[in-house]
């Protein structure tokens, strides 16, 4: 090979492939099924929201709070499910809270 020729070669660039487009290429598409997966849920979770609206706070919130206390305030009332039910099932009868005030 004579010098003439090898700088020819080197001038030429290297035949290169056509590139291919972005969409042929699959880690492209894991890149992009993440946040498109969380958009399409943010959408369903608002389309959910909105249809069945989740009511927080009861109109008389104040009167049914004052008719609990009520029943706190009175050992009578406030002590008798846990006396009649499974709670108190295994307690030794010492230990449990008596229905008297004191």
């Known amino acids: 090979m004579t010098a003439a ?3 020819t070669a080197m001038q030429q660039p290297a035949m ?3 590139s291919k487009p972005w969409w042929t ?7 992009i099924a993440g946040p498109a ?4 849920a943010a959408c ?13 706070v009861d109109e008389d919130y104040y009167r049914k709070g004052v008719e609990i206390n ?11 499910p ?3 039910s499974r709670n108190h099932s295994a307690t030794p009868q010492e230990d449990q809270p008596s229905l008297k005030p004191e």
């Open 37 to 40: 997966i969380v958009v399409v």
């Open 82 to 84: 846990a006396l009649k």
């Open 25 to 31: 290429f699959p880690h492209v598409w894991l890149v």
């Open 16 to 18: 290169q492939q056509p």
């Open 70 to 80: 009520k029943t706190l305030k009175n050992p009578e009332i406030s002590f008798a």
């Open 44 to 56: 369903a979770t608002f389309w959910i929201a909105v249809q069945n609206p989740d009511p927080v």
């Open 5 to 7: 020729s090898a700088q």
